[in-house]
């Protein structure tokens, strides 16, 4: 019987220009979940290199995955600085009141 070898998908490998990672958060940002939202900014962040992001945002390496690890809900003053190295920012849209 012949095995099958099977590699995890990682997002963060096909991200490889600024548009692809700008696009990539703006639909992540249109899901309106921000879990999701922040697990994206993640997967961008370690696609252009988490080092350089932090960096870039003005965080330490340590404080950028503990906000983006999925364990914590970051300050909305923290994930602008992250999307603003992406040259991304969040706004604001009209949609109907749930319930």
């Given at each position: 019987?012949?095995?099958i070898?099977?590699?995890?998908?990682?997002?963060?490998?096909?991200?490889?220009?600024?548009?692809?990672?700008?696009?990539?958060?703006?639909?992540?940002?249109?899901?309106?979940?921000?879990?999701?939202?922040?697990?994206?900014?993640?997967?961008?962040?370690?696609?252009?290199?988490?080092?350089?992001?932090?960096?870039?945002?003005?965080?330490?390496?340590?404080?950028?995955?503990?906000?983006?690890?999925?364990?914590?809900?970051?300050?909305?003053?923290?994930?602008?600085?992250?999307?603003?190295?992406?040259?991304?920012?969040l706004?604001?849209?009209?949609?109907?009141?749930?319930?």
């Amino acid at each position: 019987m012949n095995t099958i070898k099977t590699k995890t998908l990682d997002i963060a490998e096909y991200l490889e220009t600024e548009e692809d990672i700008s696009d990539f958060l703006s639909e992540a940002s249109a899901s309106g979940d921000t879990h999701h939202l922040v697990h994206c900014l993640n997967i961008a962040a370690r696609a252009r290199g988490m080092t350089e992001v932090a960096n870039q945002a003005g965080l330490t390496r340590a404080s950028l995955y503990k906000s983006l690890n999925g364990d914590s809900s970051p300050k909305l003053e923290t994930i602008a600085k992250v999307l603003n190295v992406f040259g991304c920012r969040l706004s604001i849209t009209h949609t109907k009141p749930t319930g």
